[in-house]
Nanobody, 122 residues
């Protein structure tokens, strides 16, 4: 599975962005999908995950109620809708594929996409 993320950019605090991650390969619908982010000088952290069928999701506490992960298996694409953005959300966001219940940990990721930069100005 090859993953290509897009949709990053510069936004003011309180604004919204939607990230997309397009996957190649016919096995996309078998994988749980997740989003991670890495801020300057910090370790990569888990943001959100969605099951292969799209019926289950979970989030890191700091984004609950503001971010929504979704997927369209017909389009081989996973999305991250980010609302009420804060300056501390500034990071490079990467999509990832792996087993749904293991997506919260970097060690369980099987495939990574390249990152897309999100910058939130105050």
């Amino acid at each position: 599975v090859q993953l290509q993320a897009s949709g990053g950019g510069l936004v003011q605090a309180g604004g919204s962005l939607r990230l997309s991650c397009a996957a190649s390969g016919r096995t996309f619908s078998r994988y749980g999908m997740g989003w991670f982010r890495q801020a300057p000088g910090k370790e990569r952290e888990f943001v959100a995950a969605i099951s292969a069928s799209g019926d289950r999701t979970y989030y890191t506490d700091s984004v609950k109620g503001r971010f929504t992960i979704s997927r369209d298996n017909a389009k081989n694409t996973v999305y991250l809708q980010m609302n009420s953005l804060k300056p501390e959300d500034t990071a490079v966001y990467s999509c990832a594929a792996g087993p749904y219940y293991g997506l919260g940990k970097v060690a369980n990721i099987e495939y990574w996409g390249q990152g897309t930069l999100v910058t939130v100005s105050s």
